[in-house]
């Protein structure tokens, strides 16, 4: 069965965009466009990864993430949050409980391995990653 990864965020051109390399990759994705749905998607399908949108309308994605920590159908679920924002928006998301945090501008090659990584790991080898801006080229 091939792994599945939830994409959560309210802009379609990202989501398609994301959805687009990671089916290239041979992932299965599943879509929601708000942390509540997110949130439905989560439990009712179970992904091996999720990435979400930090600035989701609606329910607070602070709140999705500990939900979804919290819950035993969910909590081993490795959750990566990506933003556009500051570094202090990114830092501020590294309480939440959330296993990694990534700017959007991330080139495709080292998003699929971030990817790869935490579909490979083990709940216990998980830990809080931060991958900062690069200028390499998209790839």
């Given at each position: 069965m091939r792994q599945r990864i939830l994409i959560v965020d309210h802009r379609e051109d990202c989501r398609k965009i994301l959805a687009s390399q990671l089916r290239r990759t041979g992932y299965k994705v599943i879509e929601a466009d708000s942390s509540a749905r997110g949130v439905e998607k989560a439990v009712s399908e179970v992904p091996n990864l999720i990435i979400m949108d930090l600035e989701l309308p609606g329910l607070n994605?602070?709140?999705?993430?500990?939900?979804?920590?919290?819950?035993?159908?969910?909590?081993?679920?490795?959750?990566?949050?990506?933003?556009?924002?500051?570094?202090?928006?990114?830092?501020?998301?590294?309480?939440?409980?959330?296993d990694c945090?990534?700017?959007?501008?991330?080139?495709?090659?080292?998003?699929?391995?971030?990817?790869?990584?935490?579909?490979?790991?083990?709940?216990?080898?998980c830990g809080v990653a931060y991958v900062r801006e690069t200028t390499a080229p998209r790839g």
């Open positions: 994605v602070t709140r999705a993430t500990h939900w979804l920590k919290d819950d035993p159908r969910t909590k081993f679920i490795p959750i990566v949050h990506t933003t556009w924002h500051d570094e202090g928006r990114k830092q501020d998301s590294l309480g939440t409980g959330v945090v990534l700017t959007k501008r991330i080139p495709c090659k080292v998003l699929r391995e971030i990817v790869q990584m935490f579909l490979q790991a083990t709940p216990d080898s």
